[in-house]
C-alpha cells in the first residue's frame, strides 16, 4: 500500500511537472512571438507626457490619476507596483524618443539655415561697400556729398530691414508641423538666388574691372537693400496677409461625446488649417472628460449582462463552428425584444442623477456663501488685530477650505469632475478669488460649469501631441469638402471643410416719398 501510495504520488509530481514543463514552453512561445510582434510594429507615437494621466483608454483612469478624499482624509499608500513594462512598450518608448530626436535636430537645422541666411543677406550690402577699399583704395574716385547722403539711406534702410525680418521669421515657434511651410521655403530660395545673382554682377563687373565709380558701387548696394525690402514686403503678404479673408468655414467635431464648433478660416494649408484647429479647440470646447462617458458602456453592459445562451445540442455536437455565430444572433434579438423597456430605465437613472445633481449644488453654495460670509467677518475684524495676527490669503483659503472641502469633494464626484480639479489647484483658486475680492458666484463658476481646456492644469494639455490624418497632402490648401482627422491619445478630432459661398447683393431704391402719410384727427370726441 504504501508502495503504490508512493508511485501514485510521484507519478502525480511527474505528470505536473510535465504540464509546468509544457505550460512554460507555451509562454516562452508567447513571448517570443509577442516579441516578434513588437519587432515588426513600424511606428509607434507615444502623445503624452509620462505625468499626464490617461483618460480615454478607461474610464476609470480619469478617477484614479489622484486621490479623491482629499475632502476627509490624506492617505499614503506603499506597497507593489501594478504597472510594468513590455517589450512592446520598451519599443514604444524608443521609438518616441527617436521620432522627438528627430523633430528637434529639424527644429535646429531649420533654425541655424535661417540664421546662416539672414547673415548673408545683412552683411552682403556692407560688403559691396567695404571691398573697394580693401582692394583697390588708391583708384577709388572721392565720395561726394550724395554719395555720403546714401550711406545714411543704407544704414537706416539695413536697420529697418533688420527689425522687420526679426519681427516676421524669429517669433517663437507656436507647434511643429510634420511638414515645411512651402511659401517660408519659396521666399528662402527667392531671396539665396537674388544674393547671389548680385554677387555674380558685382565680381564680374566690379571686382573684375576694379571700377573707380565708388559712387555708382554704393547705388548698387542702395538698390540691393531696396529689392530685400520689397521682397520682405512679398514676405507679408503670403504669410500673414492672404490669410485674414475668410474663405472657408470648418466643421470641428470631438469624436467622443460629439461636441461641435465652427470656425472661418482663410487661404491656407491643412497642417496650418490643423494648427488653428487645435488653437480654438484649447480655448473653446470644454474639457475632455471620458468619466462622462462610462454611464452609457455600464448601462450597456447591465441590459446584456442578464442575457444567457443554452446550447442544447451538447459540446460534442460537429455543427460547434456555428455556434459562436448563433449565440451572437441570439443576443442581438434578445436585445432588441428588450430595447422597449430600456428607455425607462434610462429616464429615471436621468433624473436621479440630476436630482442628486441639484441637492449637492445646493449644499456646495451653500457652503462656500458661510465660507465667504467668515472671510469678510475676518476682514472687518483685522484692524483690530495686531500685525502678527493678520492673515495673508494663502492662509485664510486654507483656514477656510475645510468648511466647504466636503461638499466640494461630493459635488465634483456626483458630476465626474474629480480628476480635474486637486486640493493644490483649488486652495490655489480660493486664494486668488479672496485676494481680488471675488464673490462666492465667481468662485464656484469653475467649478458648476466646465471650461475650456486651458483654464484647468498644465497636465491636461502641456506636452500632449497630435497626429495628423489626411489622404490629401498636408501641404495642400484647403478645399471644398476636404476632411482630415486629428487624433490624440483620448480622443480624435473630425474636420470637415465648406467654402463660403458667393454672396451676389443687389440694391432697390425706395423713394422716400412713398412713406409720408397724413394724420388727420377729429377735434369731436365721446364724453
Known sequence: MDTESTYSGYSHYSGRSRGSHRHGERSRDRHKSRSKDSRSEKSVTINTLPAEPLLGDSSLRGEKVQDDNWGETTTAITGTSEHSLSQEDIVRITKDLEDSVGLDCRHYVTRSIAVILGLLVFFTPLAFLVLPHILWPEKL??????????????????LILLLAVWALFFRPARAGLPRVFVFRILLAVLVLLFVISYWLFYSVRILDSQDENYQGIVQYAVSLVDALLFIHYLAVVLLELRQLQPCYSVCVTRATDGETRHYNLGQLSIQRAALAVIEHYYCDF????????????????KHLAGLKVYNVDGPGNNASAGIAQSQSRAMIAAAARRRDTSHNELYYEEAEHERRVRKRRARLVVAVEEAFTHIKRMQEEEPKKAPGDVMDPREAAQAIFPSMARALQKYLRTTKQQHCHSMESIQQHLAFCITNNLTPKAFLESYLTPGPTLQYGKDHWLGRRWTLISEASVTSGLKDGSIFLLKCVDFSLVVTSRKIPYVQMSEEYIDPKSHKFVLRLQSETSV
Open 286 to 301: 470644454p474639457i475632455h472628460n471620458p468619466a462622462l462617458l462610462s454611464a452609457s458602456k455600464s448601462r450597456a453592459a
Open 141 to 158: 574716385q572721392s565720395c561726394g556729398t550724395a554719395c555720403e547722403g546714401l550711406f545714411i539711406s543704407v544704414a537706416f534702410k539695413l
